[in-house]
């Protein structure tokens, strides 16, 4: 089983859902299983499947917020579907489904399932069509889906035709990477390690603050060739817990590479505007 199979198999779940939030409930109903929050599942235990009686009950716990459990529900319901064994022994627990480090690879396709069954395709295509990639939209589209940030980032990327890249990182240190289909066919490719100091991820972490934005050379994101001729424009919000840093970037292709051998000579003359100063004496 891999990723490609899991998305079929939730789109084909959820392609008859006319209009955002999912209804999860209804989802599990329909597969014969009981939704069901309690407040006895251990701290930092997310949730478990159980069946007592002939009746399979989700459980989700009852303390974490109410994306986390629509999330949650998804991720067992999806152990079910895609006949997964849980390798969580005693439930999913918070600190996993917030992180993607170290996930066993059944748990990951099951998050895959569960974020493709919560941001439907054939719903988020519609919204992000033509929009820029900003924490504007991203906070707006978590409302009207009631998924988490992670989840709706990765999902704006997967389904944007754009040059576009979703950085998850903690401390600083890229957990992980979504660049759209587009940017991988155009060559770049986002290095993993530590954030570029130079990005708006990392401003914000400094500062403190909950949100940055940076224009910065692609070549900051990607030590790619092909980065060499585009810019990248940056936005990023930082949340303290674990020091998490979401950075959505969208890239385009520098034109004054192209503009400076059409114009020739006369591109002396428009370095003192951009610039102020020329950087290299004129003979
Ligand atoms: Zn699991």
Redesign the pocket.
């Known amino acids: 089983m891999d990723e490609l199979v899991a998305i079929g198999r939730a789109r084909k779940l959820v392609q008859a859902i006319a209009a955002a939030p999912v209804d999860v409930d209804a989802l599990i109903a329909a597969h014969g299983m009981v939704y069901k929050e309690s407040d006895r599942l251990g701290p930092g235990e997310a949730g478990n499947t159980v069946t007592k009686g002939g009746t399979t009950y989700i459980i989700v716990n009852k303390n974490d917020d109410p994306f986390r459990r629509r999330f949650t529900a998804l991720?067992e319901l999806a152990?079910n579907v895609l006949d997964l064994p849980?390798?969580?022994a005693s439930g999913?627990t918070d600190d996993e489904l917030e992180r993607f480090v170290g996930r066993p690879p059944e748990?990951k396709i099951?998050d895959v399932f569960a974020a493709e069954c919560l941001v439907p395709a054939h719903l988020i295509k519609p919204l992000i069509n033509n929009a820029s990639f900003s924490v504007d939209l991203l906070l707006e589209l978590t409302r009207t889906f009631q998924a988490s940030r992670q989840c709706i980032a990765s999902s704006f990327v997967r389904n944007s035709k754009e040059l576009v890249a979703y950085v998850y990182a903690e401390a600083g240190v890229t957990q992980h990477v979504i660049p759209s289909a587009a940017l991988r066919n155009a060559g770049i490719f986002i290095q993993g390690g530590m954030l570029p100091s130079t990005s708006a991820a990392s401003k914000a972490m400094r500062a403190a603050e909950g949100f940055a934005t940076q224009d910065l050379d692609a070549s900051d994101w990607s030590t790619s060739d092909k980065a060499l001729h585009y810019a990248c424009y940056e936005e990023a919000l930082f949340v303290q817990a674990w020091k998490q840093t979401h950075s959505l970037l969208t890239f385009e292709p520098v034109a004054s590479s192209v503009r400076a051998t059409e114009v020739g000579d006369d591109s002396d003359e428009l370095l003192p505007e951009l610039t102020g100063y020329l950087p290299w004496p004129k003979r």
């Open positions: 991720h152990h849980s390798k969580h999913v748990e099951c």
